[in-house]
């Protein structure tokens, strides 16, 4: 089924709500409806065509077509479609039928379009705020046109404490967070705790928002964004470059060289290899087995020092641009890499053949954290929390991009729903990523980096894309606009979903088993929150020469790693 | 000798116990890390490190807080206090010092001191998280001190006397020839031993990950040494305890004998124990119990033989 059949099935089923339709390519389709009409076409998409919910994005239109506009974006996985049903809301009356009674997993980001734009979601039954704090001003949205993005409202009280639900008769509260050992990003859950067990939680998050989107709409340019949008997390920054200069890309119809989309596949499959390797460790750590964490942290540091060859940079690459990639990949490099991927995976071998024999780790993690299929669907659940529920969803084979259509991986699956089953897959994923890194290197073929951007792009073009994360989709909306800038940009990280279905998982849990459930969806709040960080290590500036910078990444045989960072 | 002389020998014998534990406990923790270090394929702090953390630790200042800060404090001395009394009844490559006047009632009791110390520290904090490690940590109490006591009546009925120096030198395994309740006790003692010194995979009433130290998560400086170096002389002193009655081989030889295979024997104990830690997952509070109630039972099982003088 491709867009064009989806359309006419819409069509027959809802006519007159459909104003208009574009199909711009195969895999893309944007409807454009009536505000009314959208509850109902949103649940035939969602139930009957059986589509995935992605995220809702709203938008201040006014100064261009003088209305407010929602989006709401579904993924078509079996039919290699995206499709984004959007609407246009009349500026003096702001409000927009709520989905979310149809489509759960909507909830959030109602709730964020009606913090940030100020629109209302109508027949929403919890409309506590998400996003802004609660000592910020009523009617002030931050990402409408005529706030200014360096704005603090004059009656904006910053010390005022959040208020908090009444917990359910008989449990006790236990905080969790802002800090706590395994949540080492602000994040605050109040857990209804019965003598160990879990009740149920609220969740007070998004305390590092800064702004990233309006910044990109309103001070950055094109081609200044990909650094910042990698800047949103220092895990999986590469994809969220990738994936915004996909979205830029699919608006204004621009290819990139296949030299750059294979570059662009090696980058992100290392990324998701640190990643993988990280996430292992970490479990590990949290269920107290340190000495797999440390060898994990040992297998993974030579991808580190892999990715500072080609990029200069451990992690954060800096490598994409609009159209293209900064960074090429020679032919020594490829060598080395090579080599790096050889020893990773004797190594790897080992780490999960360790962690399948050891009956604690499986004791301490199977039938907890519980995602069955039906939450999969109803909270948008997606990555290895999905696959490991055996939804065999994959955006790099669903939705392909970069040179994911022209390497042959397996998408890893499990059945068990829980944590254990989350370990298998993103162990046995690493394998799989290292052979498509091994064929990325086989196709390589001499060309250009970045494909030609000689005029203006053009005004008011959408654009989706979603790349494959470690953890999960990362999607990104994009209208393009004027002044060489985005007018919307929105990015959808996979914990935004995934945070959704934890009070789920840890519901009727031990207390014990909270962190790793809630540490088995790998969340990282830094991407919800949309988060900046900027680490200052010094006052002092020291230029590094290319040459110097690969000394760096290849300490010479007996000198410690510690020496060359001293020198 | 005289009755004096005797008393006069026997409180020197302790006082060097407790100046042994005092200076060998962070040594032997050292030892722990540097092991556990290498099986994760790091270099590892110096051997010496827990001395330095505990110097560091003793100069900070010293923080009023948790609910009542009078038992906060009472707690933290109690902890030592406790670890370094049984120290001075425990043979450490001399029969127990303090032998002839305790018996192993008192020995008990004496460990019960340590794991209430915890409690008081918990209940003082009063965070939600301190009283989580407190329910965890009566929770292994009520469990783990019954299964030392069992070891150590098994001793006494099979030696027909509650004297420590008595039952702390090989008593399980009978006054002659050999006893099958010994070597089931044995396989207890190897599998509880870990829970009993709260190392890895039982360290459940403090995880870091869980409950962030539970009861001693509201200690720093001075206080916070106190329970630190607590923490480590359990190890030593619990060691000795369990040499002592399993292990008694070569302590009857003359001092200069006797003291370094003590010692030897103590740090092969702690290098097993670093092994256990450093390659298992923790274990969940209920897991945890479960266990320790299976080897009650069979401890008991173990008890009964014993008495049958098997």
């Known amino acids: 089924m491709g867009p064009r059949e989806i359309l006419n099935g819409l069509r027959a089923a809802h006519g007159e709500g459909i104003q208009r339709a574009d199909i711009p390519s195969d895999t893309r389709l944007y409807l454009f409806v009536d505000r009314g009409a959208l509850p109902s076409i949103c649940r035939t998409v969602f139930r009957d065509l059986d589509a995935r919910y992605v995220i809702s994005i709203g938008a201040d239109d006014r100064p261009y077509s003088g209305s407010f506009m929602v989006a709401h974006d579904f993924a078509f996985d079996r039919d290699h479609v995206l499709c984004s049903i959007l609407a246009d809301v009349p500026a003096e009356n702001p409000t927009v039928p709520s989905i979310t009674p149809d489509v759960p997993a909507a909830s959030w980001a109602e709730r964020e379009i009606r913090d940030l734009v100020g629109i209302e979601p109508e027949g929403h039954r919890y409309l506590k705020r998400l996003v802004l704090p609660d000592g910020w001003p009523e009617g002030v949205h931050p990402l409408r046109k005529d706030f200014a993005w360096d704005t603090v409202p004059e009656d904006y009280d910053e010390d005022r404490p959040f208020r908090f639900d009444d917990p359910p008769e008989g449990c006790t509260v236990v905080p969790f967070g802002p800090f706590h050992p395994t949540l080492d990003e602000p994040a605050h859950f109040r857990l209804y705790v019965e003598g160990e067990m879990v009740r149920g939680c609220e969740y007070r998050g998004f305390m590092a928002h800064r702004g990233i989107e309006k910044l990109a709409e309103s001070v950055l340019g094109y081609n200044d964004i990909p650094f910042m949008a990698e800047r949103i997390c220092g895990i999986c920054g590469c994809v969220h470059s990738v994936a915004y200069c996909q979205a830029v890309e699919s608006a204004v119809g621009i290819k990139p060289p296949p030299r750059a989309e294979l570059i662009r ?33 040992r297998i993974r540091e030579p991808l580190m020092w892999i990715a500072e ?27 080395e890499l090579r080599g790096v991927l050889g020893t990773l995976t004797s190594e790897w071998r080992d780490v999960v053949k360790a962690v399948s024999r050891d ?6 993690t199977e039938g907890i954290g519980v995602a069955d299929p039906a939450l999969v669907k109803e909270m948008g659940i997606i990555g290895p929390v999905a696959r490991a529920a055996g939804v065999a969803m994959d ?7 970069a040179a994911y259509d022209r390497v042959h991986f397996r998408v890893i699956t499990a059945s068990g729903c829980d944590v254990w089953s989350r370990v298998l897959v993103r162990m046995e994923e690493v394998f799989e990523s290292v052979g498509i890194i091994q064929q990325c290197l086989d196709h390589l073929e001499p060309g250009p980096l970045q494909s030609p951007l000689d005029d203006m792009l053009p005004v008011g073009r959408i654009g989706l894309s979603s790349v494959e994360a470690p953890r999960g989709e990362s999607h990104h909306f994009l209208i393009t606009g004027e002044n060489n800038r985005p007018r919307r940009w929105r990015v959808r990280a996979p914990t935004y979903q995934n945070l959704q279905g934890v009070p789920s998982m840890i519901r009727d849990q031990r207390l014990a088993d909270m962190t790793i459930a809630l540490g088995s ?9 949309r988060l900046e960080t900027v680490e200052i290590a010094t006052g002092k500036l020291q230029m590094w020469s290319p040459e110097e910078i690969a000394t760096l990444a290849s300490p010479a045989p007996g000198v410690s790693t510690q020496e060359v960072h001293c020198r | 000798m005289s009755d004096w002389g005797l008393a006069l020998r026997q409180v020197g014998i302790a006082a060097v116990n407790v100046l042994c534990v005092i200076l060998a406990a962070p040594l032997a923790e050292g030892l722990l890390r540097k092991v556990t270090a290498r099986i994760q394929s790091r270099q590892g702090p110096p051997i010496i490190q827990p001395y330095l953390d505990l110097m560091k630790l003793l100069g900070k200042e010293d923080v009023e807080s948790g609910e009542t800060p009078v038992m906060q404090r009472l707690a933290a001395l109690l902890a030592p206090a406790a670890v370094l009394t049984a120290a001075c009844m425990t043979p450490m490559g001399l029969r127990a010092p303090l032998g002839p006047w305790t018996d192993v009632v008192v020995l008990v009791y004496v460990i019960t001191l340590c794991g209430i110390s915890t409690l008081l520290a918990g209940l003082s904090a009063g965070s939600t998280y301190s009283l989580l490690g407190v ?11 019954p299964i030392l006591a069992v070891m150590l009546i098994a001793g006494s009925l099979q030696v027909g006397s509650l004297r420590l120096d008595d039952v702390l030198s090989g008593s399980v395994y009978g006054s002659g020839g050999f006893a099958w309740s010994g070597l089931i006790l044995l396989c207890v003692m190897a599998l509880a031993f870990q829970a009993m010194v709260q190392r890895m995979p039982y360290d459940t009433s403090e995880a870091e990950t869980e409950l962030m130290e539970g009861p001693i998560a509201e200690y720093s400086g001075p206080k916070l040494a106190m329970f630190k170096f607590a923490q480590m002389a359990k190890l030593v002193v619990y060691g000795g305890i369990a040499v002592g009655l399993f292990v008694p081989w070569g302590s009857d030889g003359p001092l200069w004998l006797a003291w370094p295979v003590f010692w030897l024997k103590l740090v092969a104990l702690i290098i097993v124990v670093t092994l256990i830690a450093a390659t ?29 003088g098997k």
């Not at chain 1, 596949?265 to 993988?276: A, D, G, N």
């Not at chain 1, 060859?309 to 060598?335: F, M, S």
């Not at chain 1, 955006?395 to 991009?401: A, E, G, S």
């Not at chain 2, 329910?135 to 001190?145: F, H, K, P, T």
């Open chain 1, 265 to 297: 596949t090696v980058m992100l499959e290392i990324e998701r290899l640190h990643s993988h390797l990280l996430w292992v460790g970490l479990a590990c750590h949290i269920v107290g087995f340190d000495t797999l964490f440390m060898q994990s942290f």
């Open chain 1, 309 to 335: 060859r080609i990029c200069g940079n451990r992690k954060t690459y800096g490598l994409c641009l609009v159209g293209g990639v900064r960074h090429d990949i020679t032919p020594e490099i490829a060598d």
């Open chain 1, 395 to 401: 955006v790099r084979k669903d939705h392909p991009y």
């Open chain 2, 280 to 308: 298992h997952a923790r274990v969940r509070i209920d897991q945890a119990v479960r266990r320790y109630g299976a080897l009650l039972a069979v401890a008991l099982v173990a008890l009964v033989l014993a008495g049958m």
């Open chain 2, 135 to 145: 329910s965890r940590e009566m929770m292994a109490m009520m469990a783990l001190e």
């Open chain 1, 359 to 364: 009956r604690n780790i499986q004791s301490r």
């Open chain 1, 521 to 529: 969806i790998d969340p990282c709040f830094s991407c919800t929150d």
